[in-house]
């Protein structure tokens, strides 16, 4: 071990550090860190520079400069949990006298449970369990006035924190809430200048969340007051990251519930003037608010369609909305608000968030869940499972004795690896996430059955990618539910029932008994370069719907419309005479959809169709199928130059290949990058 004894710079570093063993798990602004940092910054503390990292390989070429910092922070979410403390550890091996500082939600509430964690790492000195900026720069304070002295510091014990003294647990004051306006912009301060065009571009207009649903950590009370940012700053910020991002970037939003509030417009409206100025943001990914629905709208009329309206429901399901104290956009006007957004733009979007396995939650009731979503015409069923998020109500353990949890470790996706570092051992890690698997209202065998579907509506639903089809379903009465689950018995008999086995062995599979069950076996030889080409660890959903559309796209298509043609010639005759071509008009459009689908992400692939109805108009307005007519067209098929910037960039960033698939469709929705229509009478 090194010596300590260059300590003059007085060096801050904060760490958000993320995988990027397989390819970036985390590809968003350190935002967290960055507002620490300008808030620190802003005191004017005597002689003291800070840096942030969020790649790990330019951390370690700052410790190999040997000049010892003063504190070091580092962030603990679900996703960098043991990245961050297998590097914690071996930063303070190489700089003893640095004071270690945690922070970020990912933290148990159990006392118990807290003392073993730091008796599990000594190496960490202080926890900050709530907000970060005024209780990171008091714990500086404290080091520069008590010479740097961490058994003085913590003697003081600072507000905000947890941590060990003696074998004991202190914990500090509860700090009141900070005002978002005393904090400066990172990016106007140039903290992120070295990550455009390597990372995604994410601000905060509002810190909190009024509502206490008991899964989240945005749930607890302390989190129920608003405080917002200061309007002009923000625009500023704003306009500071459209000058220098890609152009190709989307936008992150980190705001809970956006649109239910006034000044809310004044940021879309701000968004448009920076459409109008630079062509961005070309897609915003938000969630929007759990009331107000005319004020969303607004919202997303503002900003033209590019801010998907996510009615993040978890659940449609009374006993487990009271269950989670849950409270949501009433479906009639969800619906609404789905056809509203729908008039701004064909291509405006729309999502909802599913939790399977929830408090109360049964087969029945996930599956009504999804009818309900799909029949209010949301573009996206965006299905999770229940995570047991530390620190949140539902992972206590009276909870989990009341509802019978039954749950189960994995890795998370993407994030693990074997990484590299000065004169020690390689980090060999990985992130694990706890899942209920089962409840005493769900049984193991029906959270299969339902993680199938979630998979089917993944593959036949989402993103829209059939709605010219869904369309013609609905208009004659057809209901678009019972039709996916057609398709999934179509599908089970086919070569897709291979899809659907390789899915529920790998979802079997990937659950252990404890994270230790976990480290064992990602430190077995050969493990890691399964998880890094695929094989374990992805993210199932996305990995399947990758190789379903890998593999069976035109299948796929051909059983939608096949059994499509099927249920129409069932209805009665008088339906049909009011659409004498729709026969004729769907064999087209099958042929139109394989040529939108077919190898998607390939650039260079174009089409040309000559079409004896006006399906490209059909498609491009989401037209009725009342106003289908004949005509003759010569259509050509082919992405954008910008659709073919979005897929080199993300491409360049995230690898070919099913990893590389997955990851882009799970940021990007896929409606966005199909194929557009040049159209030519003939």
């Known amino acids: ?76 979410y679900v996703w960098n949990t043991n990245l961050s403390i297998e590097v914690a550890k071996r930063v303070k091996d190489r700089f003893p006298a640095a004071l270690i500082v945690f922070g970020g939600p990912n933290f148990t509430a159990d006392d118990d449970e807290r003392i073993k964690f730091f008796n599990k790492n000594p190496w960490i000195d202080l926890y900050v369990t709530l907000e970060g900026e005024k209780a990171f720069y008091n714990i500086l304070k404290l080091m520069l006035e008590l010479g740097g002295d961490i058994k003085k510091v913590k003697d003081a014990i600072p507000p905000n924190t947890v941590f060990l003294k003696d074998g004991a647990l202190m914990e500090g004051k509860v700090l009141e809430r900070i005002d978002l306006a005393e904090i400066p912009s990172p990016y106007l301060e140039g903290l992120f200048d070295k990550y455009f065009g390597k990372l995604m571009p994410m601000v905060q207009s509002v810190r909190g969340c009024p509502f206490q649903c008991a899964y989240c950590y945005d749930g607890l009370p302390y989190w129920c007051l608003l405080k917002r940012r200061n309007m002009e700053l923000l625009k500023k910020e704003m306009e500071y990251i459209a000058k220098r991002c890609l152009k190709t970037d989307h936008f992150y939003i980190t705001d809970a519930n956006f649109g239910m509030y006034e000044e809310d417009l004044e940021v879309s409206r701000a968004i448009a003037e920076l459409q109008d100025k630079y062509s961005w943001p070309w897609y915003i990914s938000i969630n929007t608010g759990k009331y107000n629905k005319d004020r969303i709208f607004e919202a997303v009329k503002l900003t033209r369609g590019t801010m998907a309206v996510s009615a ?31 008039k701004i733009s064909s291509a405006a979007g729309t999502s909802s968030h599913l939790i399977l396995g929830l408090p109360g939650d049964t087969k029945e009731a996930h599956f009504k869940s999804i009818r309900d979503v799909v029949d209010a015409e949301i573009d996206v069923a965006i299905l999770f499972q229940f995570m047991l998020l530390p620190g949140t109500a539902l992972a206590g353990r009276e909870e989990r004795e009341k509802y019978g949890f039954t749950a189960k470790y994995r ?48 593959i036949f639903y989402n993103d829209a990618l059939l709605s010219d089809l869904y369309r013609i379903l609905k208009t004659l009465g057809i209901s678009i539910f019972d039709f996916l689950v057609d398709l999934q018995e179509t599908a089970l ?48 959903i ?44 769907l064999k087209e459009l099958q042929t139109f959809q ?89």
């Open 1 to 76: 071990m090194l010596d300590n004894k260059k300590n003059s710079a007085k060096q801050v570093w904060l760490c958000d550090l993320a995988h990027d063993y397989q390819t970036m798990s985390m590809n968003k602004m350190p935002l967290g860190i960055g507002l620490i940092a300008a808030y620190c910054q802003k005191q004017n503390l005597s002689g003291v520079e800070y840096k942030i990292f969020k790649f790990l390989e330019e951390l370690k070429n700052e410790v190999k400069k040997g000049e010892a910092p003063l504190v070091i922070g580092f962030t603990n």
């Open 594 to 682: 394989s040529s939108l689908l077919s190898d998607l992400l390939d650039t260079s692939k174009s089409f040309n169709l000559d079409l004896n109805f006006n399906i490209a108009e059909y498609h491009a307005q989401a037209l009725p199928l009342n106003r289908v007519m004949k005509t003759k067209e010569k259509v050509k098929i082919e992405h954008t130059a910008e659709q073919k910037d979005i897929i080199s960039k993300s491409i360049a960033r995230h690898g070919e290949g099913i990893i590389g698939t997955s990851k882009l469709i799970s940021q990007i929705p896929l409606a966005m990058l199909l194929r557009k229509t040049i159209v030519e009478k003939r």
């Open 493 to 540: 008999k086919s070569d897709m029932k291979e899809i659907y086995e390789e899915f529920t062995r790998e979802t079997e599979s990937e659950l252990y008994e404890s994270p230790e069950a976990i480290m064992a076996h990602i430190n077995e030889p050969g493990v890691l370069e399964k998880y890094r080409n695929g094989e374990y660890g992805a993210n199932l």
């Open 312 to 342: 993040a429901l978890q659940s449609t399901d009374p006993v487990v909305l009271k269950n989670v104290k849950r409270i949501n956009l009433p479906l009639k006007d969800i619906v609404e608000l789905v056809n509203d957004t729908k």
């Open 542 to 585: 996305f990995k399947y719907k990758a190789l379903a559309f890998s593999r069976y796209i035109g299948f796929m298509i051909k059983i939608a419309y096949n059994h499509a043609e099927k249920l129409i010639r069932q209805q009665k005759q008088s339906m049909l005479e009011k659409y004498p071509h729709v026969f004729e008009f």
């Open 411 to 458: 890795v998370l996706s993407y994030c693990f690896g074997r990484y590299g570092w000065p004169e020690s051992e390689d980090i060999i890690t990985s992130e694990v996430e706890i899942i209920c698997v089962a409840s005493n209202s769900l049984s193991f065998d029906d959270y299969l059955a339902c993680r199938r579907f979630d998979l089917t509506v993944a």
